[in-house]
């Protein structure tokens, strides 16, 4: 699975591409700015533009596609732009940066940078969705505002996670983090994991995604006992590599039960615990069954 597809709804809006010069509804929509590999205008000019067009006073949500050349260059002068223009966008409540396919960049090519400052410069920010690791960088912070926290990645590095397991954000609602593999970036273990959810677990926390894991079964046997799971609506763990290990520990689960949803689309489960886990009093997902191949198994995302 590649990601072939660009974001249709953002902050419960559908999304369209600006095009300078075309007129624009930001009550409406929310905007992809983006460029194209061989253009030569600056993806900072570009948000300048649809800044003159926008009324900046009302803007309430932005995403930033690809920069031109994302595997090439990062993204540290447009996190500066956004910084500098924060005082000028009073509303802005959601940021997705990096949303991009397989086309135009590979997910783990994606050059991205420091994201400290950003939080710190919009502390009206409810929703965070990154795409990409390479060269991500968040020290420790604490944010008031943050309902929903994501990043997409084919290898999350420890020191990010490490992070987060010293950061705060008492309203948070949805986490959702792509850990990825260790041959695109994945480093880190389930005690780290266990230290980022113990760190952000707020009585607000409805769902929570560990996704896209090379630790899936390690991941469910840990959460098949921790207590978040008596509050939460949805656990993602799709995309990932689990088994039968991970199915039997959340199928034992007495916990798992109070769930809406267990997401566990891509999975390398026998038919055998699909057919137990279908028995569980809520929506099981088991779209995608994989093979191994040569006793490995594989994420939906990698490269």
């Known amino acids: 699975m590649t990601i072939s597809q660009e974001t249709e709804t953002f902050f419960n809006k559908p999304v369209a591409a600006f095009v300078p010069g075309e007129a624009i509804d930001t009550g409406k929509s929310v905007y992809r700015l983006a460029l194209d590999y061989d253009d030569e205008k600056e ?3 570009l948000i300048d533009e649809f800044l003159a067009q926008a009324d900046k006073a009302e803007l309430d949500a932005l995403i930033i596609g690809s920069w031109g050349a994302p595997a090439e260059n990062g993204v540290e002068d447009i996190l500066a732009k956004l910084v500098a223009l924060a005082p000028e966008l009073p509303k802005l409540r959601a940021l997705f940066i990096g949303d991009m396919t397989f086309e135009e960049c590979e997910i783990s090519w994606i050059i991205q940078g420091d994201y400290t400052p950003l939080l710190a410069a919009f502390p009206q920010l409810e929703a965070l969705r990154i795409r990409g690791g390479t060269d991500l960088e968040i020290s420790p912070f604490t944010h008031q505002a943050l309902r929903s926290f994501t990043i ?14 010293a950061s705060s954000m ?3 609602a949805h986490l959702e983090l792509w850990l990825g593999t260790e041959e695109y970036g994945f480093s880190g273990d389930v005690a780290l994991y266990r230290r980022v959810l113990d760190a952000l677990l707020t009585p607000e926390l409805k769902y929570l995604g560990l996704r896209d894991s090379e630790i ?18 949805t656990l993602d763990l799709s995309l990932g590599t689990i088994g039968d290990t991970g199915a039997e520990a959340l199928y034992g689960s007495q916990l798992v039960a109070r769930l809406t949803c267990l997401n566990l689309s891509h999975h390398y489960i026998s038919a055998a615990w699909q057919a137990k886990l279908g028995t569980l009093p809520l929506q ?5 069954p994989a093979q191994e191949d040569d006793g490995d198994r594989y994420v939906a995302v990698g490269e």
């Open 43 to 45: 993806m900072v000019v």
């Open 152 to 165: 997409e990645s084919g290898g999350l590095p420890a020191g990010v996670a490490e992070s987060l397991a």
């Open 170 to 172: 008492p309203k948070l």
């Open 216 to 233: 899936a079964d390690e991941l469910a046997v840990m959460l098949a006992s921790h207590p978040v799971l008596g509050q939460l609506d």
């Open 284 to 288: 099981v997902l088991l779209d995608d």
